[in-house]
C-alpha cells in the first residue's frame, strides 16, 4: 500500500514538472530513492529463505459433529526484524468462509499461535489445504507470499466433544449439571449376586433353604441391582430424518445423541447396542459389554446416510425378532409429520412393544413454532400460521396416539435431544420398567 502511494506521488510530480520545471529534479530524485529502498526491502524479504514458518494443529485428530472445534495456527518470525504478515488457511469447502484473514505484527524470533473454531453440521471428510502467508517489513515496499504445503485431511464424527462432556459429568454425579433430572428409584429389579451368613436384619425372605441344610446355619440369597441390561439406539434412517434445524438435519442429532446415550449406558453398567434402517435393516450392533463396543458403535455411525427411502417397520419387526430375544430398552428416532403416517406403521411398533420396551422419539418443528409466534401482519402471514398451528397440532396428537397405545414418547426439540432422552433412560431405570 505505501508502494502504492509514494508511486503516486511520483506520478504527480512528474506530472507538475511540466508547469513547474524545478520539480523534475525532485521527481527524479524521489523515483531512484523509491526503487532503491523497494529492492532493498525485497532483498531483505527473500534473503531469509524460511521467512515465516506456518504450522497447523488441533486438539483432536478429527472434528466433532455440531461442536465448536478449535484449530490453531502457528506462526514463527525467522527474520532478524520485525515483520507484518497476513495469515489466510485454506479451510474446508463444507464451510464456505470466503474472508478469512488473520493480521499481525511479529516481533523478532517471536512465536505467536493464533486460534479459531469450526462447526461442522455433517459428517464425512473434511480437506485443508495449505497456509499462506503474505509478509512485508514496516516500511511495505514490497511483500514476499510464504505458502506451508500442509494439506490435512479430518474426519467429522459424531459430537465426541459433547458425549465426554457428559460422560465426565456422569463419572462425578454431576449430570444434573447438564439438565439431566435426578430420578428417585421406584420399582425393583435386582438379579441374584451370591450367598452369604445370615444377620440380623436380613430380609427372611431371602434365606436360602438349600444352603442352610448345607451349612446347618441360615444362609440368605444376596441381591443386587439388576444391571447389563440391553439398551438399543434404533435410528430411522429413511427420509423424514433428512429434514434440516439449524443447519443439521434430524439425523445427525439423533446420530450425536445415540452415541451419548451409548456411552452413559455402559457407564451405568448396562449393555448399549444399535440399530439403524430405512427400507431394510442397515447397521447392527449387537447389545454388549466388550471394550471395543463403544468404538464399533461409534464407527457404524460415522459413515451413516439416509438412502431417501421409505422406512419399513415392518421389515424392522422382522429383523427383531430374528436377532433379538432378550427383552430390551428400545430408543426409537424417528419423525412423523401426520397423524395417519403414524397410522400406518403403529401396528409394527405395537408388536414390537410386547416383546421390549419401545420409546418413541420425535421432533418439535421448532421453524412452525417461531412462525407461531410471530404476530401476522397480513392475511398471507394468517393463512401461513393457521397451517402452522394445523401441524403443530397434529404432532401433539401423535404423541397422544403413541402414549394411548401404552407406547413411551419423547417429543422434543432437535437442540434438547439429547439431555430429554437421557432423561426418559434414567427415568425408565428409576421405575424398574428395563
Known amino acids: 500500500m505505501q508502494l502504492y502511494i509514494l508511486l503516486g506521488i511520483n506520478v504527480c510530480l512528474f506530472v507538475f514538472a511540466f508547469i513547474f520545471p524545478w520539480i523534475y529534479l525532485i521527481a527524479i530524485i524521489l523515483f ?6 523497494t529492492i532493498v526491502d525485497a532483498i531483505l524479504l527473500f534473503a531469509n529463505q524460511k521467512g515465516l514458518e506456518l504450522n497447523r494443529s488441533t486438539v483432536y485428530d478429527k472434528l466433532s459433529n455440531g461442536d465448536e472445534n478449535e484449530i490453531f495456527i502457528e506462526v514463527i518470525n525467522t527474520y532478524a526484524f520485525k515483520v507484518n504478515a497476513s495469515i489466510i488457511d485454506e479451510i474446508p469447502d463444507q464451510f464456505q468462509f470466503r474472508n478469512f484473514l488473520i493480521k499481525k505484527s511479529l516481533d523478532i524470533n517471536e512465536s505467536y499461535k493464533f486460534k479459531y473454531n469450526l462447526r461442522p453440521t455433517s459428517r464425512g471428510e473434511f480437506h485443508f489445504g495449505s497456509i499462506n502467508a503474505n509478509v512485508s517489513t514496516l516500511l511495505g515496499l ?113 446420530i450425536n ?111 412452525l413454532h417461531n412462525l407461531l409466534t410471530k404476530r401476522p401482519v397480513n392475511t398471507g402471514e394468517i393463512y401461513n400460521q393457521t397451517i402452522a398451528k394445523k401441524f403443530e397440532y397434529e404432532k401433539i396428537q401423535i404423541s397422544i396416539e403413541l402414549k394411548n397405545a401404552g407406547i413411551q414418547c419423547v417429543y422434543t426439540k432437535p437442540k434438547d435431544l439429547t439431555v430429554n432422552t437421557l432423561n426418559k433412560y434414567l427415568e425408565l431405570k428409576a421405575r424398574g420398567m428395563i
Open 32 to 37: 531512484w530513492a523509491l526503487l532503491i529502498a
Open 142 to 254: 514490497a511483500k514476499r507470499k510464504i505458502i506451508s504445503n500442509t494439506p490435512l485431511m479430518m474426519p467429522c464424527y459424531p459430537s465426541f466433544i459433547k458425549l465426554r462432556q457428559f460422560e465426565l459429568m456422569a463419572i462425578s454425579d454431576k449430570l444434573v449439571d447438564l439438565g439431566i433430572k435426578k430420578m428417585r428409584k421406584i420399582g425393583q429389579s435386582s438379579e441374584f449376586d451370591h450367598i452369604k451368613e445370615y444377620v440380623i436384619g436380613n430380609d427372611i425372605r431371602t434365606i436360602n433353604w438349600k444352603a442352610t441344610a448345607r451349612k446347618n446355619q441360615l444362609m440368605v440369597n444376596y441381591y443386587r441391582d439388576e444391571r447389563a441390561q440391553q439398551v438399543y439406539s434404533v435410528i430411522d434412517m429413511g427420509r423424514v430424518m433428512q429434514m434440516p434445524f439449524e443447519e443439521m438435519s434430524l439425523l445427525d442429532y439423533s
Open 257 to 367: 445423541a445415540a452415541l451419548v446415550l451409548s456411552h452413559i449406558s455402559f457407564i451405568k453398567q448396562d449393555k448399549p447396542g444399535l440399530i439403524t434402517f430405512s427400507n431394510n435393516l442397515q447397521n447392527f450392533v449387537k447389545a454388549d459389554r466388550k471394550g471395543d463396543q463403544l468404538y464399533r458403535i461409534q464407527e457404524n455411525l460415522y459413515n451413516a446416510k439416509t438412502n431417501f427411502e421409505e422406512s419399513s417397520y415392518e421389515s424392522l419387526l422382522t429383523q427383531v425378532r430374528v436377532k433379538l430375544s432378550q427383552r430390551s430398552l428400545f430408543l426409537l428416532y424417528t419423525n412423523f409429520e401426520t397423524l395417519a403416517g403414524l397410522k400406518r406403521q403403529l401396528k409394527y411398533i405395537k408388536q414390537i412393544n410386547k416383546h421390549h420396551l419401545v420409546v418413541v422419539i420425535i421432533f418439535e418443528n421448532t421453524e
